[in-house]
Nanobody
Framework: QVQLVESGGGLVQAGGSLTLSCAAS????????MGWFRQAPGKEREFVAA????????YYTDSVKGRFTISGDNAENTVYLQMNSLKPEETAVYYC?????????????????WGQGTQVTVSS
């Protein structure tokens, strides 16, 4: 069993920044990497960013490239998401999750354990 706990969400004005953190505990040895997803009210959960523990490759959805940075420490089972120049349409609950396939980082089905989410609200 793996437990994921996100933190760092909050209210920020458009153009502002936030850094989300996700700490994993439990049997994390099967994880190939970790990802961040977000879900706005009435919308499907969507991929934001991911990091592979093998080689440290990172993946981003196009809309956040150049503004968001994912980083992490496999030894400490922690992943971060630095978010800059936030936009109101990025208001959502942000979730971290563990990838169990080592690929398909953009797809929710490649992830098994999920955190409870942290709310990010961007005001205009």
């Amino acid at each position: 069993q793996v437990q994921l706990v996100e933190s760092g969400g909050g209210l920020v004005q458009a153009g502002g920044s936030l850094t989300l953190s996700c700490a994993a505990s439990g049997h994390t040895f099967s994880s190939y990497g970790m990802g961040w997803f977000r879900q706005a009210p009435g919308k499907e959960r969507e991929f934001v960013a991911a990091i592979s523990w093998s080689g440290g490759s990172t993946y981003y959805t196009d809309s956040v490239k150049g503004r968001f940075t994912i980083s992490g420490d496999n030894a400490e089972n922690t992943v971060y998401l630095q978010m800059n120049s936030l936009k109101p349409e990025e208001t959502a609950v942000y979730y971290c999750a563990t990838n169990i396939l080592g690929n398909a980082y953009y797809s929710t089905w490649a992830y098994d354990y999920w955190g409870q989410g942290t709310q990010v609200t961007v005001s205009s």
